[in-house]
C-alpha cells in the first residue's frame, strides 16, 4: 500500500502562493489526489493526477490557480496553489487510488496526515 507524507502547509494573505508536496513511496499504478477538510465541512476534492502525469483534473473553484504535477524521480507530487483567497483554508491531504477519473474520496485508500493551509483577508 503506497506511503504518503505531506509537507509545505502554512500561512499566508490573499493573493499568496503556498507549494504543497505529496512524498508518495510505491505510487506506481495509483492516481493520486489532493483533498481539503475546511472547519465544519466535509472533505472536498481539489485536484488528481494519473500516477505517468496524466490526466489531471481540478474542481471549479482552484481552476487557473492551483497546479499538480509530479516528480517521479522523487515520487513526489506536487501542488502548486497561486492567488490564495480565504476560502482556500483548509486542512489539505494527499491521497492515493488504483481507480480512475474519480473524485470520490471514499474511492481513495491510502491518505496523508494532512498539512494546514491559512489564508488570510
Known amino acids: 500500500q503506497v506511503q504518503l507524507v505531506e509537507s509545505g502547509g502554512g500561512a499566508v494573505q490573499a493573493g499568496g502562493s503556498l507549494r504543497l508536496s505529496c512524498a508518495a513511496s510505491?505510487?506506481?499504478?495509483?492516481?493520486l489526489g489532493w483533498f481539503r477538510q475546511a472547519p465544519g465541512k466535509g472533505r472536498e476534492f481539489v485536484a488528481f493526477i494519473g500516477w505517468s502525469g496524466f490526466p489531471t483534473h481540478y474542481t471549479d473553484s482552484v481552476k487557473g490557480r492551483f497546479t499538480i504535477s509530479a516528480d517521479n524521480a522523487k515520487n513526489t507530487v506536487i501542488l502548486e496553489m497561486n492567488n490564495l483567497e480565504p476560502e482556500d483554508t483548509a486542512v489539505y491531504y494527499c491521497a492515493a487510488t488504483r481507480g480512475s477519473w474519480t473524485t470520490r474520496a471514499v474511492d481513495f485508500s491510502s491518505w496523508g496526515q494532512g498539512t494546514q493551509v491559512t489564508v488570510s483577508s
Open positions: 510505491g505510487r506506481s499504478g495509483y492516481m
